[in-house]
């Protein structure tokens, strides 16, 4: 009798073997989900990693020069307005 206990909520009955069954496959689910969202995550990251790798130019040393080319862009159209506005 203890398998299908019932437990009374405000007028209906609920099995409380069910309940816990299927409380235990919840959890039991969301590890499960969470394990493939980690295996996927790690996937991405090791290509990511691979990709970055293979590149000729690093990802640093691309940004840094594109940085310098802006400065230098900026500096010339200040030049050029000061020239200008003479």
Known sequence: MATNQKITFGGFQ??????????????????????????????????????????????????QRTLQQARAASMAGLEAWRTSAN
């Open 14 to 63: 609920v099995n409380r073997g069910m309940l816990t069954a299927g409380a235990a496959l919840t959890g039991l689910g969301a590890v499960v989900g969470l394990t493939g969202t980690v295996l996927v995550c790690a996937a991405l990251a090791n290509a990511g990693r691979g990709w970055i790798q293979s590149l000729e130019t690093p990802p640093g040393e691309m940004a």
